[in-house]
């Protein structure tokens, strides 16, 4: 595995000009460019690099650098600068409680009153799920997971719920990228948000906020496995691809 690398050695990013501050814009490139694994953790941002990529001026970078850090996305270390946050067995172990909950409560809320085009809607991203899986490409069934959620989050109708979700998502993407990795995980992965969209498609709240708490506490056990072993890093989207 490559080492931690700096911006430098990343694709070009790219600030759209459209209606929002550019500090808004920079975060979003940032936090797209991190969750998506184009930056791994440990890996250094540098501020006339990103400044360049980014055509922006530093005093924009550091704003949105700054509202990343509150977001746990980005760490300051001394004497070394601003990195990718890697994420402790700890800090992991509460993220994974955490979310828990708050998705058990997003799915029951959802089975209890999404609409008929919104359940629709989920049962299409789980064949997206299915075909990801069936194709054996892991940046694809993380960004097809990624649109199951949205789904789920967008028709829960708990607009705080779906704040925080997010936010916990971002924190842990490149570590659900590697406890996707695992043998056989993908599959059992599957297999438990099957069973989450069966509960919801029978508006049975209970059970499907049953079935999301069992999904994040086995996916919680799957990352405390990984991050225990030394050699554990995050895969480069090459590799993810080929996966």
Request: without cysteine; proline residues 2%; negative net charge.
């Given at each position: 595995m490559p080492p931690p690398s700096s911006a430098s050695n990343r694709a070009p990013l790219a600030i759209a000009r459209i209606a929002a501050p550019i500090r808004e814009q920079v975060a979003h490139q940032l936090r797209r460019a991190i969750t998506s694994g184009l930056f791994r953790p440990g890996d250094r941002l540098i501020e006339r690099e990103l400044c360049a990529q980014l055509g922006v001026s530093r005093t924009?970078?550091?704003?949105?650098?700054?509202?990343?850090?509150?977001d746990g996305l980005v760490t300051t270390i001394p004497y070394k600068g601003i990195?990718?946050?890697?994420?402790?067995?700890?800090?992991a172990q509460q993220v994974y409680q955490v979310r828990a909950v708050i998705e058990g409560l997003a799915a029951r809320l959802f089975a209890e009153?999404?609409?008929a085009s919104q359940c629709t809607q989920l049962a299409s991203a789980m064949?997206?799920?299915?075909?990801?899986?069936?194709?054996?490409?892991?940046?694809?069934?993380?960004?097809a997971k990624a649109h199951f959620y949205h789904i789920l989050l967008s028709g829960c109708g708990n607009h705080q719920a779906m704040l925080v979700?997010?936010?916990?998502?971002?924190r842990i993407a490149s570590l659900r990228?590697?406890?996707l990795a695992q043998p056989g995980r993908a599959a059992e992965s599957v297999a438990e948000m099957r069973q989450i969209?069966?509960?919801?498609?029978?508006?049975d709240g209970r059970q499907a906020e049953q079935a999301c708490i069992h999904h994040v506490e086995r996916a919680a056990v799957v990352a405390a496995a990984v991050l225990h072993q030394p050699e554990a890093e995050p895969l480069s989207p090459h590799e993810q691809g080929r996966s």
């Open positions: 924009s970078l550091r704003e949105a650098l700054r509202q990343l850090e509150s990195v990718v946050s890697s994420m402790t067995p700890e800090e009153q999404a609409t064949q997206a799920l299915e075909a990801a899986l069936a194709e054996g490409n892991l940046a694809h069934l993380v960004e979700l997010q936010s916990l998502h971002d990228r590697l406890t969209l069966a509960a919801i498609l029978a508006r």
